[in-house]
């Protein structure tokens, strides 16, 4: 496991911009899957984005194709989420996640499989 340090979030309006970090503490292999989760009141959380670190492979969560990035950062061992294009229902709680993938290139998108976690941080969008 590692230690995730997550933070940046704030509110913002309908169609502005925000970034996300989120720091790791600890050795990262090359196997980790390391991304994004978001849970919003009253809803499962859910994957937005995901980064296998040995090949830079991403998953991105169809509702924020186009709008939303993900960038690492190593000399710092940081994670970005650069959101752009913010709708009101991108309101939620962002959680940083990690685990150790078991298969090459392959991120889960089920938060079961993640063993590291960040303490969140809010994103409210105002419409």
């Known amino acids: 496991q590692v230690r995730l340090v997550d933070s940046g979030g704030g509110s913002v309006q309908a169609g502005g911009s925000l970034r996300l970090s989120c720091v790791a503490f600890?050795?990262?292999?090359?196997?980790?899957?390391m991304g994004w989760f978001r849970q919003a009141p009253g809803k499962e959380r859910e994957r937005v984005v995901t980064?296998?670190?040995?090949?830079?492979?991403?998953y991105y969560a169809d509702f924020v194709k186009g709008r939303f990035t993900i960038s690492r950062e190593l000399s710092t061992n940081t994670l970005h989420l650069q959101m752009n294009s913010l709708k009101p229902e991108d309101t939620a709680m962002y959680y940083c996640?990690?685990?150790?993938?078991?298969?090459?290139?392959?991120?889960?998108?089920?938060?079961?499989?993640?063993?590291?976690w960040g303490q969140g941080t809010q994103l409210t969008v105002s419409s």
């Open positions: 996640a990690a685990y150790r993938s078991r298969r090459d290139s392959y991120c889960s998108d089920d938060p079961r499989d993640f063993d590291s």
């Open positions: 600890g050795y990262l292999y090359n196997n980790y899957c």
């Open positions: 980064l296998y670190t040995g090949t830079g492979t991403t």
